[in-house]
């Protein structure tokens, strides 16, 4: 008589809310992260509570001269 015992799934359990606060992107590194790419003076930033979650508001002085306000997820550390 063969017994199967049930397998082990491929994919990865759910992340715990423990592991999905330390994958966040910090604020300082959502700042190092907009700097490297964006030429400019960091004037301001915050985390704030956005409809998806935190959220990283970056205010940046240009070369230019202009003021460029950005928002990154800090969950996935996207930017606009």
């Not at 985390?47 to 002085?61: A, D, F, K, Y």
Request: net charge negative; charged share 15%.
């Amino acid at each position: 008589m063969l017994i199967l015992a049930p397998t082990l799934s491929a994919t990865p359990a759910e992340p715990t809310a423990l592991h999905l606060a330390q994958a966040e992107l910090s604020l300082d590194q959502a700042v190092a992260q907009v700097q490297t790419q964006v030429e400019g003076r960091v004037l301001s930033a915050q985390t704030l509570s956005g409809p998806h979650g935190p959220e990283h508001h970056i205010r940046i002085l240009t070369a230019d001269q202009r003021v460029r306000n950005l928002v990154v997820d800090a969950r996935t550390g996207q930017w606009r």
